[in-house]
């Protein structure tokens, strides 16, 4: 059992109707049909929503992902409409809402790796394979592949994992010509994100994107290349065979795991509230990383 300590209770707003509340972002529905995103500081770490927001990353999540929608406009177009926040929404919804088309979406996230970590190495170290692609002998934890790849997964409720597939899996349940065409702009839109982060310092290690249909349009939606949805590792300090520093929520799981904390993530027990420096190191680690990447003060 995992998913939320205590599930939120969303913000009523007139106009608005309340749709899902996710592990990070609450969704709504305007009059006109069109979905209202807003993004959380809830974090999310081994399935679990952990019960202490950190401050400003709804912001951040955003505000980067409304960055990189710009970098991938002639890649592909995504679901963004208009930031406004609409009338009668707390004034804390600004910076942290975004407006978006009503896709027919994709129910497979489409996952690109360059580089061996989280449930690929798993994978990979018992049988070569990352989703049933073959890789060579010889890779360790961080190491780069020989080119990136395409590995796409099941999405899954709150709480559950979701669960790597094979692309051919991936092609019976959504058909053959949807699943090339995911797999094509999946790696075309990472091609361009990881040059863009290595321009910055920084290794684009793997990264999930959703899709959906605007008619017969293919349309990125969600968030977009943010520290939650991607491994963002410092350049300078990779060193393959070893877990590698990034700019995530890891100073939250490291904490958890930790004789500190007094949690087993394999229990059915919730996690403990966060302590104050785990706060501040990890919202540290999501400003410093939209800083890099769009060469920006955040403020």
Known sequence: MSGFVEKPVPVQVPGLVHLHTGKVRDLYQ??????????????SVYDWVVPTEVPDKGRILTQLSLWWFDQLADLVPNHVISTDVPAGAPADWAGRTMICKSLRMIPVEC???GYLAGSGLVEYDQHRTVCGLA??????????????IFTPATKAEVGEHDENVSYEEAARQVGAETAA????TTLAVYGRARDVARDRGIILADTKFEFGFDGDELVIADEVLTPDSSRFWPADQWKPGRTQPSFDKQFIRDWLTSPASGWDKNSELPPPP????????????????????TGTTWS
Not at 30 to 43: F, K, P
Not at 181 to 184: A, E, G, I, K, P
Request: no cysteine; glycine share 6%; net charge negative.
């Open 111 to 113: 996952v690109a790796r």
């Open 30 to 43: 305007n009059a006109a049909g069109e979905l209202v995103m807003v993004a959380s500081d809830r974090t």
């Open 135 to 148: 890789l060579p002998e010889g890779l360790v934890d961080g190491s780069e592949l020989p080119a990136p």
């Open 181 to 184: 065409l995911l797999r094509q």
């Open 274 to 293: 966060l302590p104050a420096e785990i706060i501040e190191q990890s919202r540290a680690k999501y400003i410093e990383a939209y800083e890099r990447l």
